[in-house]
C-alpha cells in the first residue's frame, strides 16, 4: 500500500518492560511526525524528523521515551521502563516536507498492564 | 495548556441536517487550519484545509467558516450522512514549528438515518 504503515497494531506489555513501536511513512516523505493519543482525547505532539535529523524533540514526555530515524525513512519509537500511563495510541504521520499536509498511519495501541 | 478548543465534545444529528463543530485558538501565528476525521481504530484523515487568507472554503458537502479576527473557525457538514458518524478533530500549525500540529480534543458526531 501506498500509505504509513505502522507496526505492530497492537502491543501488550508488563509495566517495567521495553517496547519498540514501528512507522514505514510514505516512500519519499521527508517529515514524519509522532504523536501520543489518550482515549477519548486528541493527538499530542511528541517529536519531528526531517530526512535522519530529530528536529523537535519537545513533546517527548520524559527520557523514558527514544526515537530515531537513522536512514532517513523508517522510524522506531522505543519506550524504555513502560509505566501504566504510557498506554495509550502512538500515531506515525508523514509528509513531503514540514508544512505540507500530514497522512498518518492507523497506529499502535500501546497497553501497560 | 490546550492551544486549540474544540465543541461541542458530542453531537447527534439526523440524516440530511447540518453538522457544526467549532474550534477557537490564541496564537496568532497560527497560519494553517486542517479538519481531520477519525473512524474507530483508523488513524486521523485530513479532511479540508484553511489558511488564514481566506474567510471560507468549501469541498463537497464540508465547508470551513474561518474569522480571523475572532480567531475562531468551524466545520459545516451539510447533507450529513450515516456515513459521516466519526470523530472531527480541528488543528493548527504555525510555519516556525515545522508543521508540528495542535489538535483540539474531537468531537463525537453521530448522525442517525
Known amino acids: 500500500g501506498a500509505g504509513v504503515s505502522q507496526s505492530p497494531r497492537y502491543k501488550v506489555a508488563k509495566r517495567g518492560q521495553d517496547v519498540a513501536l514501528r512507522c514505514d511513512p510514505i516512500?519519499?516523505?521527508?517529515?514524519l511526525f509522532w504523536y501520543q493519543q489518550a482515549l477519548g482525547q486528541g493527538p499530542e505532539f511528541l517529536t519531528y524528523?526531517?530526512?535522519?535529523?530529530?528536529?523537535?524533540k519537545s513533546g517527548l514526555p520524559s527520557d523514558r521515551f527514544f526515537a530515531e530515524r537513522p536512514e532517513g525513512s523508517v522510524s522506531t519509537l522505543k519506550i524504555q521502563r513502560t509505566q501504566q500511563e504510557d498506554s495509550a495510541v502512538y500515531l506515525c504521520?508523514?509528509?513531503?516536507?514540514?508544512?505540507?499536509?500530514?497522512?498518518f498511519g492507523d497506529g499502535t495501541r500501546l497497553s501497560i498492564l | 495548556q490546550q492551544q486549540v478548543k474544540q465543541s461541542p465534545q458530542s453531537l447527534i444529528v439526523q440524516k440530511g441536517g447540518i453538522s457544526i463543530i467549532n474550534c477557537a485558538y490564541e496564537?496568532?501565528?497560527?497560519?494553517?487550519f486542517p479538519w481531520y476525521q477519525q473512524f474507530p481504530g483508523k488513524g486521523p484523515a485530513l479532511l479540508i484545509a484553511?489558511?488564514?487568507?481566506?474567510s471560507e472554503k468549501k469541498e463537497g458537502r464540508f465547508t470551513i467558516s474561518f474569522n480571523k479576527s475572532a480567531k475562531q473557525f468551524s466545520l459545516h457538514i451539510m447533507d450529513s450522512q450515516p456515513g459521516d458518524s466519526a470523530t472531527y478533530f480541528c488543528?493548527?500549525?504555525?510555519?516556525?514549528?515545522?508543521?508540528?500540529?495542535?489538535f483540539g480534543r474531537g468531537t463525537q458526531l453521530t448522525v442517525w438515518p
Open positions: 504521520a508523514s509528509s513531503l516536507v514540514g508544512d505540507q499536509p500530514q497522512h
Open positions: 516512500s519519499g516523505h521527508v517529515s
Open positions: 524528523f526531517q530526512n535522519e535529523a530529530q528536529l523537535d
Open positions: 496564537n496568532t501565528a497560527f497560519d494553517y
Open positions: 484553511i489558511r488564514p487568507d481566506v
Open positions: 488543528a493548527a500549525t504555525e510555519g516556525s514549528t515545522l508543521g508540528r500540529l495542535y
